[in-house]
């Protein structure tokens, strides 16, 4: 199954690395809170581009990478 969010991508992302979302929100540098909103596509504001840089950035995932393969397909 193809993530069909940005929030998919990051839950697809994390869980291939073993990490929780604690994990993820402490490498990341943001809270485990927004973590949990940004996946579940339920945060009330879109995330801020240095919020998704620093989560993609702690997953080791160039976001602008992944932003052009996402809308080729």
């Known amino acids: ?6 929030g998919d991508v990051i839950v697809a992302l ?9 994990e993820l929100a402490k490498r990341a540098g943001v809270g485990r809170n927004n973590i949990a909103m940004i996946e579940t596509n339920m945060a009330s504001r879109n995330p801020t581009l240095a919020t998704l840089r620093a989560i993609f950035n702690a997953l080791d995932v160039d976001i602008e990478i992944e932003i052009v393969r996402r809308k080729s397909k």
């Open 14 to 22: 994390r869980t291939a690395r073993g990490w929780s979302q604690t």
């Open 1 to 6: 199954m193809t993530p069909e969010t940005i």
